[in-house]
């Protein structure tokens, strides 16, 4: 991959994610609160539907960048025949060292975001300083694995159909998507990615909130999701999955379509 390519995927990736993150903030906020085990109304309802936002102007820019460059490189490393079987195995390959990368930005961020969110009272510099003084750096890692685990299994499923819708309509049309087409199969594709995770991202924003010291806080991702079966049944495993379809699929609209677009224009 050129340096030229690098940069630009760097860049358009940076772009969109800044986009979407703000742009879907009180969708974000509203799914969190729903996922929370204090419950909707405790967690602050609808007020402050904006706590927690600079931490996510913030983190999204290099979040997002560091996915797409990770991405774009190791797509191009593992390069194969877009005919060949190999194709989504190489798009899946590429997708979970983006997230893995990408996690190491992404999950201080949530973790104050998600934390904010839920004490709408309390602002994003007194949960950091807070969380800092009480856990540490380790209390801005807390979820790691637990957020790893969910973004592997969203990219595995939505970045192949991404591409294979892209490519699928560009066969059917006999020339390359356009960015707004590559938006529309975004969207589709991660809708659906959304709805099959949401367990996991349930599971991820309970350990994320669990106070310090508790068994939920040590980041088990089965015991957490057995917990939540036991008390809640399915309906806990999929709590806020409407808010997280919606948020995703418009997000994938916005941010795929967004990369694409500001991808082309630095080329």
């Given at each position: ?12 990736g ?5 986009f ?13 609160r ?26 999204s820019?290099?979040n ?59 602002g ?14 380790q ?14 299994p969203?990219?595995?499923v ?11 309509w ?64 399915l309906?806990?495993l ?30």
């Amino acid at each position: 991959m050129e340096p030229r390519e690098s940069w630009a995927a760097l860049a358009a990736g940076g772009i969109a994610g800044v986009f979407v993150d703000l742009i879907l903030f009180p969708l974000d906020t509203v799914k969190t609160r729903l996922q929370s085990a204090q419950g909707f109304r405790k967690a602050g309802g609808f007020r402050g539907i904006y706590a927690g936002v600079p931490s996510t102007a913030i983190g999204s820019f290099p979040n997002a960048a560091a996915f797409f460059i990770t991405y774009e490189n190791v797509k191009s490393v593992l390069h194969s025949d877009s005919t060949s079987y190999l194709t989504p195995v190489t798009h899946m390959v590429a997708a979970s060292f983006g997230e893995v990368v990408a996690c190491l930005i992404r999950v201080p961020s949530e973790v104050v975001k998600q934390r904010a969110q839920v004490s709408p009272s309390a602002g994003t510099f007194r949960i950091l300083s807070h969380t800092l003084y009480h856990e540490g750096i380790q209390g801005l890692y807390r979820g790691y694995k637990s957020t790893v685990l969910r973004e592997i299994p969203f990219s595995l499923v939505q970045f192949p159909l991404w591409e294979f819708l892209k490519d699928l309509w560009s066969w059917k049309q006999g020339h390359v998507v356009d960015s707004w087409q590559s938006a529309v199969c975004g969207a589709f594709a991660g809708g659906f990615a959304a709805a099959v995770t949401t367990p996991l991202d349930v599971a991820k924003t309970r350990i994320m909130l669990a106070k310090a010291g508790s068994t939920t806080a040590s980041g088990n991702v089965l015991a957490a999701l057995a917990g939540i079966w036991r008390t809640q049944g399915l309906s806990g495993l999929f709590a806020g999955v409407v808010p997280r379809m919606t948020a995703i699929s418009l997000g994938g609209f916005i941010f795929l379509g967004t990369y694409e677009k500001t991808r082309q224009l630095l080329l």
